[in-house]
Structure formats: structure tokens, C-alpha cells
């Protein structure tokens, strides 16, 4: 499954490898592709993805607003 997010905050490439990073200890994320110019992010997953987890994790990280 693919979800398409919006990532606020994101303005270089430390931005993206950042999450990127971030999203593979989070359970049920396959791959996490970031365009940090647009903050567009293609998240797949399996069934166990949790957004609200998702959201937790990234907006932790202090300088980013997960938007779906």
C-alpha cells in the first residue's frame, strides 16, 4: 500500500534523509520517499501502518508538521 502525506517544515536534503531515516524504525513502513522542496512524502506500508504513530514520530523530531 502507498499513503501520500505532506511533510511541513522540510527545506534541504538533511530534511529528508532525516525522516527517511526516521520512518525505517517505524512499524509497518517499508519505504519512505521525501521531496523535500514540495514536503510531499510517499510512505508504503503494510496493513500494521499506523498514522498516528507515524505522526508522533516525525513531529518528535521538533521542526516538522505531518499533514495528510
Known amino acids: 500500500m502507498k499513503t501520500t502525506i505532506t ?6 536534503s538533511s530534511c529528508k534523509s532525516v525522516i527517511e531515516d526516521v520512518c525505517k524504525d517505524i512499524s509497518g513502513v517499508k519505504k519512505c520517499t521525501v521531496d523535500f522542496k514540495t514536503g510531499k512524502t ?7 501502518f499506523d ?5 508522533k514520530e516525525i513531529e518528535s523530531l521538533g521542526e516538522y508538521k505531518v499533514q495528510k
Do not use: L, P, Q, R
Open 7 to 12: 511533510i511541513k517544515g522540510t527545506h534541504c
Open 51 to 55: 498514522m498516528n504513530t507515524f505522526k
Open 42 to 48: 510517499i510512505v508504503e506500508h503494510d496493513a500494521s
